[in-house]
C-alpha cells in the first residue's frame, strides 16, 4: 500500500510520498506563505491521489488542520519526527529541529526501546527560531536547503 505523509509547518509545507516497498516516490518542500490550500491541490493533482485505490494519509504539522481531507490521519508532530528519523537511520540517538515558531530536542532515542526518550522544547519568548535562520539565509543568499538535513 502506497504512503503519503504531509507536514504543514508555520511556513513550509512538506510531503513524502511512499511506494509498496517503502521507496520514494517524491518527496517535496515548498515555502507556503500561508497559501496552504494551493500547494496541497497542486500535490494531489501531481500524484493523482484521487486515482489511488489504497493509501494511507498522514499529516501532522501546526497548521494540519487548516485544511480538511477525508480519512486522513493526524499525527503528533513530535511522534511524526522520532518515527520519520527512525525509518531513515535506525541508528540515529538525538534529533534537534528548528522550526519557524518552535525548536525541539529529542534524544535517548532506542530503535528497540523508546520508553527513555527525552524531549526538551523552547519556551514561547524563543519562538520564530527557524523563519529569523530562513530571514539571515536570505540575506546572505544562502539557499535555507543547504544548511538544513
Do not use: P, W
Amino acid at each position: 500500500m502506497k504512503k503519503l505523509g504531509i507536514d504543514i509547518g508555520y511556513s513550509t509545507f512538506k510531503y513524502i510520498y511512499l511506494d509498496d516497498d517503502d521507496k520514494i516516490i517524491d518527496k517535496g518542500y515548498e515555502f507556503h506563505k500561508g497559501n496552504i490550500e494551493k500547494y496541497y491541490k497542486n500535490l494531489i493533482k501531481k500524484i493523482n491521489l484521487e486515482d489511488e485505490k489504497e493509501i494511507v494519509l498522514g499529516i501532522t504539522g501546526s497548521l494540519s488542520t487548516r485544511i480538511d481531507i477525508a480519512g486522513k490521519h493526524h499525527i503528533n508532530n513530535s511522534i511524526a519526527l522520532v518515527e520519520g528519523a527512525v525509518f531513515t537511520n535506525k541508528d540515529i540517538k538525538s534529533i534537534i529541529e528548528l522550526g519557524a515558531q518552535e525548536t525541539k530536542f529529542i534524544t535517548n532515542i532506542n530503535n528497540d526501546n523508546n520508553s527513555s526518550i527525552k524531549f526538551f522544547m523552547n519556551s514561547s519568548c524563543a519562538a520564530g527560531t527557524g523563519s529569523f535562520l530562513e530571514e539571515q539565509a536570505s540575506r546572505l543568499s544562502v539557499d535555507i536547503r543547504d544548511i538544513s538535513s
